[in-house]
């Protein structure tokens, strides 16, 4: 089956600039997770969704961050005003439950360059 | 704090040497640790869990709480293990703590 897909692979976006990263989860999972991928460093947790419901946003970098999730499915994390330290890779995961013990789905990511 | 400690960044051996990768965690509560494994080209995905107890690809990792350790090992590598790997830490019921990842190139 399908897994999890994001887009764009690919963003190269100028200093100051908005931008929004999708994340589609495998169907039927419930809980979606982000993490950013800094260069040299390991996975930084950002956020978690569980259904529609952001319960910890506590590691989302700063205030120019936010992410939403629509209809269980689809999640969009923004970065506004980039900045050049948020050049990095995204990846976005999925699992059928909010529980560590289950396996998280991890799509191909995307790449973010500030320049 | 919560950390997980992947001291090295490339670890190089020959094809059949023993390979162990090492992971140190801190965390004050029972941990549930598990390593992934990224090929290149591919996505991040699961490679073992510890409460599973399992060997996947001949790896196995064992929980040393004493040590707070969770090294992966595998007696003979082979050349398609060559890979990013990385220890993670479930920190509560969601979250998990990624170690910084070790390269491993296995060398024919």
């Known amino acids: 089956g399908a897994g999890v897909s994001q887009s764009p692979s690919n963003k190269v976006t100028e200093k100051g600039k908005d931008v929004e990263l999708r994340c589609d989860p495998i169907s039927g999972h419930t809980a979606l997770y982000w993490y950013r991928q800094s260069l040299g460093q390991g996975l930084e947790f950002l956020i978690y969704?569980?259904?529609?419901?952001?319960?910890?946003k506590s590691g989302l970098p700063s205030d120019r961050f936010s992410a939403e999730r629509t209809g269980g499915s689809v999640s969009t994390l923004t970065i506004q005003r980039t900045q050049q330290e948020d050049s990095a890779v995204y990846l976005c995961?999925?699992?059928?439950?909010?529980?560590?013990?289950?396996?998280?789905?991890f799509g191909p990511g995307t790449r973010l360059t500030v320049t | 704090a919560q950390r997980v400690t992947q001291p090295e960044k490339l670890l190089s051996v020959f094809k059949g040497a023993p390979v162990e990768l090492k992971c140190n965690y801190s965390y004050s509560g029972s941990p549930e640790l598990f390593w992934y494994v990224q090929y290149s080209r591919q996505r991040l995905q699961l490679l073992l869990r510890?409460?599973s107890r399992e060997s996947i690809k001949g790896f196995t990792a064992d929980l040393n709480k004493g040590e707070t350790s969770f090294h992966l090992k595998k007696p003979f590598a082979q050349e398609e293990d060559s890979a990013m790997y990385y220890c993670?830490?479930?920190?509560?019921?969601?979250?998990?703590?990624f170690g910084t990842g070790t390269r491993l190139k296995v060398l024919a």
């Open positions: 993670a830490l479930a920190s509560g019921t969601y979250k998990y703590i």
């Open positions: 969704f569980q259904g529609n419901s952001a319960p910890d």
């Open positions: 995961a999925s699992s059928p439950e909010i529980r560590v013990s289950y396996e998280q789905y």
């Open positions: 510890h409460i």
